[in-house]
């Protein structure tokens, strides 16, 4: 089993930046692909990054996806945010030797999501 527990979320304008965090605890070993994702109300859950360097054209060279091996933690620096970059971001993770899954059905495991509002 794996744990995931986002922080980092808030409330920014237009132009401004945020990092989320992705803290990952139980079962890790280097086979556990990581991504983000973040759904709006009244639409699908979507990805934004996975950690193989992939990313959603929607936020191509705003967003950057890193990871911390050391302290098992994944983040998400956001930059010029949007107001249409408003969403819950979710943390998901799954083991497999292809860590460049999009799909919200390829994940297995899930955080409990943070909250990212961008006002204009």
């Known amino acids: 089993q794996v744990q995931l527990v986002e922080s980092g979320g808030g409330s920014v304008q237009a132009g401004g930046s945020l990092r989320l965090s992705c803290a990952a605890s139980?079962?890790?070993?280097?086979?556990?692909?990581m991504g983000w994702f973040r759904q709006a109300p009244g639409k699908e859950r979507e990805g934004v990054a996975t950690?193989?360097?992939g990313y959603a054209d929607s936020v191509k060279g705003r967003f950057i996806i890193s990871k911390d091996n050391a302290k098992n933690t994944l983040y998400l620096q956001m930059n010029s945010l949007k107001p249409e970059d408003t969403a819950m971001y979710y943390c998901?993770?799954?083991?497999?030797?292809?860590?460049?899954?999009?799909?919200?059905?390829?994940?297995?495991?899930w955080g409990q999501g943070t909250q990212v509002t961008v006002s204009s």
């Open positions: 998901a993770a799954y083991y497999g030797s292809y860590c460049g899954h999009r799909s919200p059905s390829d994940y297995k495991y």
């Open positions: 139980g079962y890790i070993n280097s086979w556990l692909c």
């Open positions: 950690i193989d360097g």
